[in-house]
């Protein structure tokens, strides 16, 4: 186990740097304009953070005791299609969840 010690170390030490990654952006370069190249690349972070969320969820659900299962996985290839053919993310989200649902009822 644990000690309360080391959890409150590893607290305030995530605390420090997660102030230290938003400081860094908003306080010492928040007024500054910033080269494009790197406006470039900060365009793709909600696209690269998203799938290394919902990856995990579709591959290794909890519920299922992190076995992959046909309903998750449809409803993820729902959803990628969706969202590529009509650049609507609600509608991909909604498709992906009406796919899901009706895959877990169906299935089981």
């Known amino acids: 186990m644990i000690s309360s010690t080391t959890i409150w170390i590893v607290i305030a030490a995530m605390g420090v740097g997660s102030f230290g990654l ?42 299922t005791g992190g076995q992959t299962d046909s309903a ?15 650049k609507n993310i609600l509608a991909a989200i909604f498709a992906g969840a009406a796919v899901l649902y009706l895959g877990l009822y169906l299935i089981g």
Do not use: C, K, N
């Open 22 to 63: 938003r400081f860094l952006f908003l306080g010492l370069i928040g007024d500054r304009d910033l080269p494009p190249w790197v406006l470039r690349h900060l365009r793709y972070t909600a696209v690269a953070v998203l799938p290394g969320l919902v990856a995990p969820l579709v591959m290794w659900p909890a519920a």
């Open 72 to 86: 998750r996985l449809s409803a993820a290839l729902v959803t990628l299609v969706v969202g590529y053919i009509t």
